[in-house]
C-alpha cells in the first residue's frame, strides 16, 4: 500500500490509500514478516546469509547469494509441465546426492532455511522467497512472491539440465518445464550473473589452481546482479568459464550453446541495465511460479500498512485484568516517522459493544523502535495494558496520528482486527526446558466454557535420514481442568516434545469442536521461559457475560481427523467474504472521506500430506520465528501434519516400544516401499488401534505392522524398496492405547516370526540387544523365543531382495567372493560390508557386489532353497541362486508394475491421502495391451538400463530430441552405423560406439517413461537410457584371441568339468577367491599346496584335493569365458570348471572323476 502523499488530498489533510492491506490473520502472515522484517527491531534474519550481497557464508569463493538463486531453479528444473509433475516443490532436500545436485551450495541453503520452516512457511516457499532476497541484496530487481506451495514428500525424478547437453537437449528440458527457448536463454543469463564455476565440482571446466580459491566467475561483477555477463558476452571480454576456457574443448560450454542459439537475438535484447532488470523479474516470478498441480499460490505479496504481531491476552494476578500484549507494525516507507505522533487503539468489549467498564475503550500507543526491509521501513509501536475482565475484548482498530492533526483510521478491512477472550495461553505458568523438551502448557478458559473439553495441538520438527529439512509432526494434548480464579479456569498438561528443536515448535490452544470453537492460534514455544511460575490468586468464581455465538470474538474452529494419518485440521478464520473492502478514514476538523478497494482473500497455505524428515541441524541463537498473534487463522496445511495424541490424565510414562507381541518379536521401524506397500497382504483403519488387534487381525501372515497410529498392514515378505528406519521415527502413539507405538507417517511398526533368532546363531537389526531380549522374554508374558529355518528380513544394515538368479555368463555381483564351511548370512553381510549387495549361494558361497548385473533376474524363493552350512535355521541361496540383500541406501532391483511406475513417475507431485483404508487382499487384473521393454530393434538387442556418465553423456555421438515422435525404431534409424543406442526421458535419443566409463548398469524400473511416439515402448526416464547395442558392430577395440594354456604354474590342464548342482556341492570343494584381475597364473599360485584348481565365472578360482564324483567332463568348447585379468586366456565358464591338476595326481583322479 503506498499514500500518495503529494496529491491536493494531503494539503486538506486527507490521503487517499493506493492498496489494500490483506485482511489479518491471513495465511500470507509469516512468509510477509521473514520477507520484509530484514534488518533492526524485530529482524526475522533471514536475509543475513546473503545481505550483502558479497556474503561468503559456505566459504571463501562460495556466494551464497549465488547459492539460493541455483537452489531455487535446480529444485524446479526437474518439472514437467506438460504431464503435471513437479515444479518448486522442495524435493531437493531429498535430491543432493544424485549426481546433479553438485557440491555443498544446496546443502547449505536449505540448511540455513531449516529453522524457518513451519505449518505457515512450507521450505518450497522459503526456497521462492530466497529468490527474492538474494536478487534483491545484490541489486537486482524485486521479484515478486506468492504463498501457498506444498513441500514434497520425496525426491522427484531427475533431469536438471547439464553443461554437456547439446542445444535440441536443452531447448526439450526447458520446453518440459515449461519455458520457451527465449526464456530458456534469459532464465539461464539471469541465473548466472551470479557466482561462477567451482573446481571442486567441475574440474575439467576450472582446473584447480588456476583461479583464486578455485572459483571462476561468470562476468567481472561477481556480486551484483547487473548485465555485466549480457554486454561482456556480447563484445568479447566474457571470462565466463561456460563460454570460453576448456569448457569449449570438451563441449561444456552451455551458457555459449544456449545464448548463441538464436544467433543472440534474445541475449542482446537483455543488455541494458533496465531491460536486463524487467526481463530478470518476470522470468524469475515464472520460475519460482511453476509448482505441481493443486497448488494455488497467493497473490504477491506485499507489506502490511498496518499490521498486529504477537499479540497475547494473559490472565492477570490481579483478578480484575486481562493484560493486553503486543505490538502494531506501521510501515513508514511512503509515510515517514516524522509526521507520525502515535497510534490509537478504539476497541470493543467481548459482547460487540463500546461499554468497557469505568474507562474507555481506547488505548494510546508511542514508537518504540524501527525496522526496515530491502525496500521498506517500519516503526514498532508495543502494546502493554490491562483490560477490564468483565467487559474483555472482541476486535480493534487502528488510528495512526499525525503531527499535523491529520488522523487515518485503518480497520482491518471493515473487519476490525479480530481477539477472542474466551481461551488463551496463560504464559507464564507455561514452560519449556529447551535441552529435553520437557513442556507444560497452561491456557485460561472463560468460566461460560470450562465444562467444554481443552486441548493443545503442538507442531513439531524431528530429524530424517536422507534430508537437512526436518519433519513437521504434529501432537494433541488433553489439557485437565485446574483451579477455577475469579473469571477463568485454568487448564494445563504436560509433555515432551522430540526432535532436539522444540523451541522452534509451535502450538494452537483450542476450546470445543466444530462452529462453537475458539482457538488462540500459532503459539511460538520460544515465547516460554525455562520455569513455570504458580499463579499466585484464588478467589470466588464468577461468570462473565460470554459474548454471542455470532460476535467477532466466536471465531468457529474445526477440527477433523484424516482418515489415513489422523492428523488433526486445525482451522479458524475470521467471517469475511470472498471479496472484502477496506475503509479509511482521515479525520480533520473540516473533512471526511471514505475510501473502499476490492481485496480478493488470500489463500490458505496447504502443505504436503507426508512431511520430509531431516537430521538434527544447529538452532539460531536468534530463533527466526516470530511470535504470531492470538487471533485464529485457518491452514489447510495443518491437516496434514503426521500427529499423534497425549492425554493428560493418562500416564504416559509406560509409552515405549514393545520387543514382544504374542508370538510375533519387534523388527524394527521400517520405511515403506517406494510406490508400493511394504507389506502388501490385508490392511485395516480405525481409530482404536493396538498392537493387540493388530497381530489378531494378521494371524496366519509372517509379518505384521502398524503405521499412523491407526492403520494395520500384514503380508508374507517385505517390498525390496523399502528398508529399516531409526526406531526414533516411529513417533506416533496407537489410538486404543497411548502405551504403544503404532508407526508413523510412510513407517510401520514392524513385527516377524521370523524375527525371533538365538542370539549364538545369528544378529538381527533390532531396536534391542540379545541381553535385553532375553530380559524381556522372562519378565513378559511374550514366549520364550524358539529356532526355525526362516529368511531373515534384515541382516546388519542390509535388507532381503529375494532369490535371484546368477548372470548369463556373467555373475550376478561382481566384486568381492568369499567361501567357507561355517557360512551364515551374518559371515556374508560383514565381509561384503564396503559393498551395496551380497548375496549367498550354494549354502557356503558368498558375492558382493555394488551392482546387480542386467541380465541377473528375479527367481521364486522356493528355488533358494539350500541352508546356511554355517546355520541350518538360515537360507544361503541353491545351485546359481543367490538369497540376496542390499543396503538400506542401495537402489532396488524388482522391475515395477505398470501401477508402480507410474507412483514413481508422480513421486515429487503432492496427492491427498485417501479417505479411509479398507482391506487389499487381492488383485485386480486388466486386459488392455501394458507398455513394455522391447527385446529387440533389429538389428539391436536390448542391454537393460543405464545410468548416464558422471559429468559425460553415457554415450558421447550424435543425439536428437522429439517431443511428439521419439520411438525405439526412430532412435535406431537414427543411430545405424553406432554400436548403440539409447533413448531417454521419453524424446531423446543418443548414439556411440562405447559407454563412458562411469556409466552404469541401473535396475530397468528407472526406465519407466513411455516413449513421445509410442506409448506402448519404454524410453529411458531422469538421467537412464533404455539402451541397445548391435553385436554385428565391431567394438571400438577388438578382444586378444583367448586360449587354454596347458600349464598353469606347477599344474596342467585336466579338462572342463561341471559343477555338481544336483548334489549341492562344488567340484573342488576347497579354499575359493575372486578377483578382477584373475587369471590361470593366479589362481595356480593361490592354490598352492592343493592337488587340483580351477577357474570359473572369468573371475573365480577354486581348490582342493580331490574332484567330486558327480562332476562331469564336457567338451573343452564349454569353457570359453575370457579370464577378467588376462584377456587371451580361458577360466572356466557358467558352472563350468577350468581344471588343472599336478602332474603326480592328474592320471589316477581324473580316470575316478570320469
Same mark, same amino acid.
Given at each position: 500500500?503506498?499514500?500518495?502523499?503529494?496529491?491536493?488530498?494531503?494539503?486538506?489533510?486527507?490521503?487517499?490509500?493506493?492498496?489494500?492491506?490483506?485482511?489479518?490473520?491471513?495465511?500470507?502472515?509469516?512468509?510477509?514478516?521473514?520477507?520484509?522484517?530484514?534488518?533492526?527491531?524485530?529482524?526475522?534474519?533471514?536475509?543475513?546469509?546473503?545481505?550483502?550481497?558479497?556474503?561468503?557464508?559456505?566459504?571463501?569463493?562460495?556466494?551464497?547469494?549465488?547459492?539460493?538463486?541455483?537452489?531455487?531453479?535446480?529444485?524446479?528444473?526437474?518439472?514437467?509441465?506438460?504431464?503435471?509433475?513437479?515444479?518448486?516443490?522442495?524435493?531437493?532436500?531429498?535430491?543432493?546426492?544424485?549426481?546433479?545436485?553438485?557440491?555443498?551450495?544446496?546443502?547449505?541453503?536449505?540448511?540455513?532455511?531449516?529453522?524457518?520452516?513451519?505449518?505457515?512457511?512450507?521450505?518450497?516457499?522459503?526456497?521462492?522467497?530466497?529468490?527474492?532476497?538474494?536478487?534483491?541484496?545484490?541489486?537486482?530487481?524485486?521479484?515478486?512472491?506468492?504463498?501457498?506451495?506444498?513441500?514434497?514428500?520425496?525426491?522427484?525424478?531427475?533431469?536438471?539440465?547439464?553443461?554437456?547437453?547439446?542445444?535440441?537437449?536443452?531447448?526439450?528440458?526447458?520446453?518440459?518445464?515449461?519455458?520457451?527457448?527465449?526464456?530458456?536463454?534469459?532464465?539461464?543469463?539471469?541465473?548466472?550473473?551470479?557466482?561462477?564455476?567451482?573446481?571442486?565440482?567441475?574440474?575439467?571446466?576450472?582446473?584447480?589452481?588456476?583461479?583464486?580459491?578455485?572459483?571462476?566467475?561468470?562476468?567481472?561483477?561477481?556480486?551484483?546482479?547487473?548485465?555485466?555477463?549480457? %554486454?561482456?558476452?556480447?563484445?568479447?571480454?566474457?571470462?565466463?568459464?561456460?563460454?570460453?576456457?576448456?569448457?569449449?574443448?570438451?563441449?561444456?560450454?552451455?551458457?555459449?550453446?544456449?545464448?548463441?542459439?538464436?544467433?543472440?537475438?534474445?541475449?542482446?535484447?537483455?543488455?541494458?541495465?533496465?531491460?536486463?532488470?524487467?526481463?530478470?523479474?518476470?522470468?524469475?516470478?515464472?520460475?519460482?511460479?511453476?509448482?505441481?498441480?493443486?497448488?494455488?499460490?497467493?497473490?504477491?505479496?506485499?507489506?502490511?500498512?498496518?499490521?498486529?504481531?504477537?499479540?497475547?491476552?494473559?490472565?492477570?494476578?490481579?483478578?480484575?485484568?486481562?493484560?493486553?500484549?503486543?505490538?502494531?507494525?506501521?510501515?513508514?516507507?511512503?509515510?515517514?516517522?516524522?509526521?507520525?505522533?502515535?497510534?490509537?487503539?478504539?476497541?470493543?468489549?467481548?459482547?460487540?459493544?463500546?461499554?468497557?467498564?469505568?474507562?474507555?475503550?481506547?488505548?494510546?500507543?508511542?514508537?518504540?523502535?524501527?525496522?526496515?526491509?530491502?525496500?521498506?521501513?517500519?516503526?514498532?509501536?508495543?502494546?502493554?495494558?490491562?483490560?477490564?475482565?468483565?467487559?474483555?475484548?472482541?476486535?480493534?482498530?487502528?488510528?495512526?496520528?499525525?503531527?499535523?492533526?491529520?488522523?487515518?483510521?485503518?480497520?482491518?478491512?471493515?473487519?476490525?482486527?479480530?481477539?477472542?477472550?474466551?481461551?488463551?495461553?496463560?504464559?507464564?505458568?507455561?514452560?519449556?526446558?529447551?535441552?529435553?523438551?520437557?513442556?507444560?502448557?497452561?491456557?485460561?478458559?472463560?468460566?461460560?466454557?470450562?465444562?467444554?473439553?481443552?486441548?493443545?495441538?503442538?507442531?513439531?520438527?524431528?530429524?530424517?535420514?536422507?534430508?537437512?529439512?526436518?519433519?513437521?509432526?504434529?501432537?494433541?494434548?488433553?489439557?485437565?481442568?485446574?483451579?477455577?480464579?475469579?473469571?477463568?479456569?485454568?487448564?494445563?498438561?504436560?509433555?515432551?516434545?522430540?526432535?532436539?528443536?522444540?523451541?522452534?515448535?509451535?502450538?494452537?490452544?483450542?476450546?470445543?469442536?466444530?462452529?462453537?470453537?475458539?482457538?488462540?492460534?500459532?503459539?511460538?514455544?520460544?515465547?516460554?521461559?525455562?520455569?513455570?511460575?504458580?499463579?499466585?490468586?484464588?478467589?470466588?468464581?464468577?461468570?462473565? %457475560?460470554?459474548?454471542?455465538?455470532?460476535?467477532?470474538?466466536?471465531?468457529?474452529?474445526?477440527?477433523?481427523?484424516?482418515?489415513?494419518?489422523?492428523?488433526?485440521?486445525?482451522?479458524?478464520?475470521?467471517?469475511?467474504?470472498?471479496?472484502?473492502?477496506?475503509?479509511?478514514?482521515?479525520?480533520?476538523?473540516?473533512?471526511?472521506?471514505?475510501?473502499?478497494?476490492?481485496?480478493?482473500?488470500?489463500?490458505?497455505?496447504?502443505?504436503?500430506?507426508?512431511?520430509?524428515?531431516?537430521?538434527?541441524?544447529?538452532? @539460531?541463537?536468534?530463533?527466526?520465528?516470530?511470535?504470531?498473534?492470538?487471533?485464529?487463522?485457518?491452514?489447510?496445511?495443518?491437516?496434514?501434519?503426521?500427529?499423534?495424541?497425549?492425554?493428560?490424565?493418562?500416564?504416559?510414562?509406560?509409552?515405549?516400544?514393545?520387543?514382544?507381541?504374542?508370538?510375533?518379536?519387534?523388527?524394527?521401524?521400517?520405511?515403506?516401499?517406494?510406490?508400493?506397500?511394504?507389506?502388501?497382504?490385508?490392511?485395516?483403519?480405525?481409530?482404536?488401534?493396538?498392537?493387540?488387534?493388530?497381530?489378531?487381525?494378521?494371524?496366519?501372515?509372517?509379518?505384521?505392522?502398524?503405521?499412523?497410529?491407526?492403520?494395520?498392514?500384514?503380508?508374507?515378505?517385505?517390498?525390496?524398496?523399502?528398508?529399516?528406519?531409526?526406531?526414533?521415527?516411529?513417533?506416533?502413539?496407537?489410538?486404543?492405547?497411548?502405551?504403544?507405538?503404532?508407526?508413523?507417517?510412510?513407517?510401520?511398526?514392524?513385527?516377524?516370526?521370523?524375527?525371533?533368532?538365538?542370539?549364538?546363531?545369528?544378529?538381527?537389526?533390532?531396536?534391542?540387544?540379545?541381553?535385553?531380549?532375553?530380559?524381556?522374554?522372562?519378565?513378559?508374558?511374550?514366549?520364550?523365543?524358539?529356532?526355525?529355518?526362516?529368511?531373515?528380513?534384515?541382516?546388519?544394515?542390509?535388507?532381503?531382495?529375494?532369490?535371484?538368479?546368477?548372470?548369463?555368463?556373467?555373475?550376478?555381483?561382481?566384486?568381492?567372493?568369499?567361501?567357507?564351511?561355517?557360512?551364515?548370512?551374518?559371515?556374508?553381510?560383514?565381509?561384503?560390508?564396503?559393498?551395496?549387495?551380497?548375496?549367498?549361494?550354494?549354502?557356503?558361497?558368498?558375492?558382493?557386489?555394488?551392482?546387480?548385473?542386467?541380465?541377473?533376474?528375479?527367481?521364486?524363493?522356493?528355488?533358494?532353497?539350500?541352508?546356511?552350512?554355517?546355520?541350518?535355521?538360515?537360507?544361503?541361496?541353491?545351485?546359481?541362486?543367490?538369497?540376496?540383500?542390499?543396503?538400506?541406501?542401495?537402489?532396488?532391483?524388482?522391475?515395477?508394475?505398470?501401477?508402480?511406475?507410474?507412483?514413481?513417475?508422480?513421486?515429487?507431485?503432492?496427492?491427498?491421502?485417501?479417505?479411509?483404508?479398507?482391506?487389499?487382499?487381492?488383485?485386480?487384473?486388466?486386459?488392455?495391451?501394458?507398455?513394455?521393454?522391447?527385446? %529387440?530393434?533389429?538389428?539391436?538387442?536390448?542391454?537393460?538400463?543405464?545410468?548416464?556418465?558422471?559429468?559425460?553423456?553415457?554415450?558421447?555421438?550424435?543425439?536428437?530430441?522429439?517431443?511428439?515422435?521419439?520411438?525405439?525404431?526412430?532412435?535406431?534409424?537414427?543411430?545405424?552405423?553406432?554400436?548403440?543406442?539409447?533413448?531417454?526421458?521419453?524424446?531423446?535419443?543418443?548414439?556411440?560406439?562405447?559407454?563412458?566409463?562411469?556409466?552404469?548398469?541401473?535396475?530397468?524400473?528407472?526406465?519407466?517413461?513411455?516413449?513421445?511416439?509410442?506409448?506402448?515402448?519404454?524410453?529411458?526416464?531422469?538421467?537412464?537410457?533404455?539402451?541397445?547395442?548391435?553385436?554385428?558392430?565391431? @567394438?571400438?577395440?577388438?578382444?586378444?584371441?583367448?586360449?587354454?594354456?596347458?600349464?598353469?604354474?606347477?599344474?596342467?590342464?585336466?579338462?572342463?568339468?561341471?559343477?555338481?548342482?544336483?548334489?549341492?556341492?562344488?567340484?573342488?570343494?576347497?579354499?575359493? %577367491?575372486?578377483?578382477?584381475?584373475?587369471?590361470?597364473?593366479?589362481?595356480?599360485?593361490?592354490?598352492?599346496?592343493?592337488?587340483?584348481?580351477?577357474?570359473?565365472?572369468?573371475?573365480?578360482?577354486?581348490?582342493?584335493?580331490?574332484?567330486?564324483?558327480?562332476?562331469?567332463?564336457?567338451?573343452?568348447?564349454?569353457?570359453?569365458?575370457?579370464?577378467?585379468?588376462?584377456?587371451?586366456?580361458?577360466?572356466?565358464?557358467?558352472?563350468?570348471?577350468?581344471?588343472?591338476?599336478?602332474?603326480?595326481?592328474?592320471?589316477?583322479?581324473?580316470?575316478?572323476?570320469?
Amino acid at each position: 500500500m503506498k499514500l500518495n502523499g503529494l496529491s491536493l488530498l494531503a494539503l486538506l489533510g486527507v490521503v487517499a490509500q493506493t492498496g489494500a492491506d490483506p485482511t489479518w490473520p491471513s495465511s500470507i502472515d509469516e512468509v510477509e514478516e521473514i520477507m520484509f522484517q530484514i534488518a533492526s527491531t524485530r529482524s526475522r534474519k533471514f536475509a543475513d546469509s546473503v545481505n550483502p550481497c558479497t556474503s561468503q557464508a559456505s566459504g571463501p569463493g562460495r556466494h551464497s547469494a549465488a547459492e539460493w538463486l541455483r537452489t531455487a531453479f535446480h529444485d524446479m528444473s526437474t518439472a514437467h509441465v506438460p504431464q503435471g509433475l513437479g515444479g518448486l516443490d522442495a524435493s531437493l532436500q531429498y535430491e543432493l546426492t544424485n549426481g546433479e545436485n553438485a557440491g555443498p551450495g544446496f546443502a547449505t541453503t536449505l540448511t540455513w532455511m531449516a529453522p524457518y520452516l513451519s505449518r505457515r512457511s512450507p521450505m518450497s516457499d522459503l526456497i521462492a522467497l530466497g529468490v527474492y532476497t538474494s536478487v534483491r541484496a545484490c541489486g537486482g530487481p524485486a521479484v515478486p512472491i506468492r504463498a501457498g506451495r506444498i513441500d514434497a514428500a520425496q525426491a522427484g525424478s531427475p533431469g536438471v539440465p547439464q553443461p554437456q547437453n547439446a542445444i535440441g537437449i536443452f531447448r526439450n528440458q526447458f520446453a518440459r518445464m515449461g519455458f520457451t527457448p527465449e526464456e530458456m536463454i534469459q532464465l539461464t543469463a539471469c541465473g548466472h550473473t551470479l557466482g561462477g564455476v567451482h573446481a571442486s565440482q567441475f574440474p575439467d571446466i576450472v582446473p584447480p589452481g588456476t583461479t583464486p580459491n578455485d572459483h571462476a566467475s561468470f562476468d567481472s561483477s561477481v556480486a551484483v546482479f547487473d548485465d555485466k555477463l549480457v %554486454t561482456e558476452y556480447l563484445n568479447g571480454t566474457t571470462q565466463n568459464p561456460l563460454v570460453v576456457g576448456p569448457s569449449r574443448s570438451i563441449n561444456r560450454h552451455s551458457d555459449f550453446k544456449v545464448f548463441s542459439s538464436d544467433a543472440n537475438a534474445t541475449i542482446s535484447a537483455m543488455a541494458g541495465a533496465s531491460n536486463f532488470g524487467d526481463t530478470c523479474r518476470t522470468v524469475l516470478q515464472k520460475m519460482i511460479d511453476t509448482v505441481p498441480p493443486g497448488v494455488t499460490l497467493s497473490e504477491p505479496i506485499t507489506p502490511y500498512l498496518v499490521k498486529p504481531v504477537q499479540l497475547q491476552l494473559t490472565l492477570s494476578p490481579q483478578l480484575g485484568g486481562l493484560d493486553f500484549t503486543g505490538l502494531i507494525r506501521v510501515r513508514t516507507t511512503d509515510m515517514p516517522l516524522s509526521t507520525i505522533q502515535g497510534l490509537t487503539i478504539n476497541y470493543k468489549n467481548r459482547n460487540g459493544g463500546s461499554d468497557c467498564g469505568s474507562g474507555p475503550c481506547s488505548l494510546h500507543l508511542s514508537v518504540q523502535g524501527v525496522g526496515r526491509g530491502f525496500d521498506d521501513t517500519f516503526a514498532w509501536f508495543p502494546i502493554a495494558q490491562q483490560l477490564p475482565v468483565s467487559s474483555g475484548i472482541s476486535s480493534f482498530t487502528v488510528t495512526i496520528r499525525r503531527t499535523d492533526g491529520s488522523s487515518l483510521l485503518v480497520d482491518n478491512n471493515g473487519n476490525g482486527y479480530p481477539l477472542q477472550d474466551g481461551v488463551f495461553l496463560q504464559r507464564y505458568q507455561s514452560c519449556l526446558l529447551a535441552t529435553s523438551g520437557t513442556t507444560t502448557l497452561s491456557a485460561a478458559i472463560r468460566n461460560d466454557r470450562a465444562d467444554i473439553p481443552v486441548k493443545a495441538v503442538v507442531y513439531y520438527k524431528t530429524p530424517q535420514t536422507g534430508s537437512v529439512v526436518p519433519a513437521l509432526n504434529s501432537m494433541t494434548l488433553e489439557l485437565t481442568k485446574g483451579p477455577c480464579v475469579g473469571s477463568y479456569t485454568l487448564f494445563s498438561a504436560s509433555t515432551t516434545i522430540p526432535g532436539g528443536r522444540s523451541v522452534e515448535a509451535d502450538f494452537d490452544i483450542i476450546s470445543g469442536e466444530g462452529s462453537s470453537a475458539l482457538v488462540d492460534s500459532f503459539k511460538k514455544a520460544n515465547i516460554l521461559g525455562g520455569a513455570c511460575q504458580p499463579f499466585p490468586a484464588t478467589g470466588l468464581c464468577t461468570t462473565p %457475560t460470554p459474548s454471542p455465538t455470532s460476535s467477532s470474538s466466536q471465531t468457529p474452529v474445526s477440527t477433523e481427523s484424516s482418515g489415513v494419518s489422523s492428523a488433526t485440521s486445525v482451522s479458524s478464520e475470521p467471517t469475511v467474504s470472498s471479496e472484502s473492502s477496506i475503509v479509511s478514514r482521515d479525520v480533520s476538523t473540516s473533512s471526511e472521506l471514505a475510501v473502499s478497494s476490492e481485496l480478493p482473500v488470500s489463500s490458505e497455505l496447504p502443505v504436503s500430506s507426508e512431511l520430509p524428515v531431516s537430521s538434527e541441524l544447529p538452532v @539460531s541463537s536468534e530463533s527466526p520465528s516470530s511470535e504470531a498473534s492470538s487471533a485464529p487463522l485457518s491452514s489447510s496445511m495443518e491437516s496434514s501434519i503426521p500427529s499423534s495424541t497425549i492425554s493428560s490424565t493418562v500416564p504416559t510414562v509406560s509409552l515405549h516400544h514393545r520387543e514382544f507381541i504374542g508370538e510375533y518379536r519387534l523388527v524394527s521401524c521400517w520405511t515403506e516401499g517406494d510406490g508400493a506397500r511394504a507389506l502388501n497382504g490385508a490392511s485395516f483403519a480405525y481409530d482404536s488401534m493396538t498392537l493387540e488387534s493388530c497381530m489378531a487381525n494378521c494371524a496366519g501372515f509372517d509379518y505384521w505392522g502398524t503405521e499412523y497410529g491407526r492403520e494395520c498392514y500384514c503380508g508374507n515378505s517385505l517390498h525390496g524398496s523399502s528398508s529399516s528406519a531409526p526406531l526414533g521415527e516411529c513417533n506416533m502413539v496407537c489410538g486404543g492405547d497411548s502405551t504403544q507405538y503404532c508407526g508413523a507417517g510412510n513407517r510401520l511398526e514392524l513385527y516377524s516370526t521370523t524375527a525371533i533368532r538365538s542370539s549364538s546363531t545369528s544378529s538381527t537389526s533390532t531396536s534391542t540387544s540379545a541381553s535385553s531380549a532375553s530380559s524381556a522374554s522372562s519378565t513378559s508374558s511374550a514366549p520364550t523365543p524358539t529356532e526355525t529355518l526362516a529368511r531373515l528380513p534384515t541382516v546388519s544394515n542390509y535388507v532381503h531382495v529375494g532369490c535371484q538368479t546368477e548372470g548369463v555368463g556373467v555373475r550376478a555381483l561382481g566384486g568381492a567372493a568369499l567361501a567357507d564351511d561355517d557360512m551364515t548370512l551374518d559371515m556374508c553381510a560383514d565381509f561384503c560390508s564396503d559393498f551395496a549387495y551380497f548375496g549367498a549361494e550354494y549354502g557356503r558361497e558368498c558375492y558382493c557386489g555394488d551392482s546387480v548385473h542386467s541380465s541377473s533376474e528375479p527367481a521364486p524363493l522356493e528355488e533358494c532353497g539350500m541352508t546356511c552350512a554355517g546355520n541350518p535355521f538360515q537360507y544361503c541361496g541353491a545351485g546359481n541362486r543367490l538369497e540376496l540383500y542390499r543396503a538400506n541406501n542401495a537402489p532396488s532391483i524388482i522391475v515395477p508394475t505398470p501401477t508402480e511406475i507410474s507412483s514413481w513417475a508422480s513421486a515429487s507431485s503432492t496427492q491427498e491421502p485417501p479417505s479411509s483404508l479398507t482391506i487389499t487382499t487381492s488383485t485386480t487384473t486388466t486386459t488392455e495391451a501394458s507398455p513394455s521393454h522391447r527385446p %529387440t530393434v533389429s538389428p539391436y538387442i536390448l542391454v537393460g538400463c543405464q545410468t548416464e556418465g558422471t559429468g559425460a553423456r553415457a554415450l558421447g555421438g550424435p543425439s536428437y530430441a522429439s517431443g511428439t515422435e521419439m520411438t525405439l525404431d526412430a532412435c535406431a534409424e537414427f543411430c545405424e552405423g553406432y554400436r548403440y543406442f539409447g533413448t531417454q526421458y521419453s524424446a531423446e535419443c543418443f548414439c556411440g560406439n562405447s559407454l563412458h566409463d562411469t556409466s552404469l548398469p541401473a535396475p530397468l524400473s528407472e526406465c519407466p517413461m513411455l516413449c513421445s511416439g509410442n506409448p506402448s515402448e519404454y524410453c529411458g526416464g531422469p538421467n537412464r537410457l533404455t539402451l541397445y547395442r548391435n553385436d554385428d558392430m565391431p @567394438s571400438e577395440e577388438p578382444d586378444p584371441e583367448p586360449r587354454q594354456p596347458p600349464f598353469a604354474g606347477d599344474f596342467v590342464w585336466v579338462g572342463c568339468r561341471t559343477e555338481p548342482v544336483a548334489a549341492g556341492a562344488r567340484a573342488l570343494n576347497g579354499s575359493a %577367491t575372486a578377483s578382477d584381475d584373475m587369471s590361470n597364473e593366479a589362481c595356480a599360485e593361490f592354490c598352492d599346496g592343493f592337488a587340483y584348481f580351477g577357474t570359473e565365472y572369468g573371475r573365480e578360482c577354486f581348490c582342493g584335493d580331490e574332484i567330486h564324483e558327480e562332476s562331469d567332463e564336457v567338451d573343452e568348447e564349454e569353457c570359453s569365458m575370457t579370464c577378467s585379468g588376462a584377456g587371451d586366456e580361458f577360466c572356466g565358464n557358467s558352472n563350468r570348471l577350468s581344471v588343472y591338476g599336478r602332474d603326480e595326481d592328474t592320471d589316477a583322479d581324473t580316470d575316478m572323476g570320469s
